[in-house]
């Protein structure tokens, strides 16, 4: 609680600094920005980081292992990524209805007299994902961070450990022990969290300012009005139907990771974290917890989706174009295919966006329009992104303990 309380402090604090600054004296805001602001937050993200990739090895590998049948890998998969396809689609869904009905696009003067804008990588296609998942250098994958590749990996050395069982005893102990010590390094990092997240949201006010917010304010109101929307109606529901817990139990002890994603703006960096949070304070059994969110963080973005369709109903809005039904269900089909293909890192979020655009027939350049505040509201779509991976873990964990319970009962009537 403390921790909790010195974060929030520490994003108060630095929202008003990066006010003040960009307000009232914009030169000292250059050189503190460049001498402390940027390399102090970007020294929390690198320890963060640097713990990602071998946490995701052995907390998957492990989870695997500890799941033990193949029908259970499978079946806990399916139902994971069946969740995660089916929330990003409710999303991007919700996201356009409120587009549609606030229209933000059609109030105030944008500038569309620029001829192109780079710097937007494209995504990769569907099928090109599926094909790279298949890493040929698990090692490589590694390095690189490509963390659909070091899944497949870890899945493939948890299924062998589960078959081989006692001939392989050591190699599971070595990994437990493995997890426990970046853990301990996790819960360390966790201390310097406070002067991270002041840096960072210093940096991020202190560039944009109010001018920017003002001259974007109704699209700021509809994505942040969606994002809470699929937070209290879609995740809320899930979570006490499906999950039998309770919204306000979840929010309240999973707050801590929601201020690190938010100061963060990505979902990989927030693993470590989230992870930790998931199984020490809501009870997510561990094999669950190492399966269900490195997964979701790569291939579950609801928040971001939301921004997918606010954005592209908004810059067709500004252009003064029309969508038809059939590029709106295109939007759908495409932001939610390209969400397993990206990067849970700060401003993937433009490069999903570009390839919905593409597919639609709308200006890529229009992206120029939104991308002054987009790290600003990637903050806020970050703790949704993370927030859906833990309740999709919660959800899987309350099902199998179910389905454990039934089978037992079976058995006994059997007997």
């Not at 890493?135 to 948890?158: A, C, R």
């Not at 006490?240 to 703006?265: D, E, H, Q």
């Not at 094999?287 to 973005?301: D, Y």
Request: hydrophobic share 55%; glycine share 8%.
């Amino acid at each position: 609680m403390k921790l909790t309380r010195n974060i929030i402090l520490s994003l108060i604090l630095g929202a008003l600094i990066g006010t003040i600054l960009n307000l009232f004296l914009p030169g000292t805001f250059d050189v503190l920005n460049a001498y402390l602001f940027v390399p102090v937050g970007n020294i929390f993200l690198n320890l963060i980081r640097m713990l990602v990739v071998p946490i995701v090895f052995c907390s998957i590998t492990l989870g695997v292992a500890g799941l033990g049948d193949i029908r259970k890998v499978g079946r806990i998969g399916g139902k994971t990524i069946s969740f995660f396809l089916i929330t990003t689609a409710l999303a991007i869904i919700l996201g356009m209805a409120l587009a549609l009905v606030i229209q933000p696009g059609t109030i105030g003067n944008f500038n569309l007299s620029y001829q192109s804008f780079e710097g937007v990588a494209s995504s990769p296609s569907f099928v090109d994902t599926l094909v790279d998942i298949i890493p040929t250098n698990p090692i490589l994958s590694m390095v690189e961070g490509d963390m659909l590749q070091v899944i497949f990996f870890s899945v493939l050395i948890g299924l062998a450990l589960a078959a081989l069982k006692e001939e392989t005893a050591r190699t599971t102990r070595l990994l437990e022990e493995a997890n426990k010590v970046l853990m301990y390094l996790v819960t360390l990092i966790m201390y310097t969290a406070p002067f991270g997240t002041f840096a960072l949201l210093a940096s991020a006010i202190g560039q944009q300012g109010f001018p920017a917010m003002q001259a974007m304010a109704l699209y700021m109101i509809t994505v942040t009005l969606a994002l809470f929307l699929h937070v209290a109606i879609v995740y809320s529901s899930a979570l006490k139907i499906l999950g039998s817990r309770s919204p306000i139990w979840f929010f309240k002890n999973f707050f801590p990771a929601m201020l690190v994603a938010f100061s963060t703006s990505s979902s990989n960096a927030t693993l470590p974290i989230s992870m930790k949070t998931a199984q020490e304070n809501l009870g997510v059994s561990k094999s669950i917890s190492s399966f269900v969110q490195p997964l979701g963080a790569t291939i579950n973005m609801d928040g971001t989706a939301i921004m997918q369709g606010v954005a592209t109903i908004f810059i067709a809005q500004a252009y003064g174009i029309d969508l038809t039904i059939n590029q709106l269900i295109t939007v759908v089909l495409t932001a939610v295919l390209a969400s397993v293909g990206t990067a849970g890192v700060p401003g993937v979020g433009l490069i999903m966006l570009s390839m919905v655009l593409q597919q639609v027939g709308l200006p890529v350049d229009g992206i120029a329009l939104i991308i002054g505040i987009d790290r600003l509201l990637d903050m806020l779509r970050t703790a949704v992104n993370i927030s859906g991976d833990t309740i999709c873990a919660i959800i899987i964990d309350e099902s199998e303990k179910k389905k454990y319970k039934a089978d037992t009962s079976s058995e006994d009537l059997a007997v």
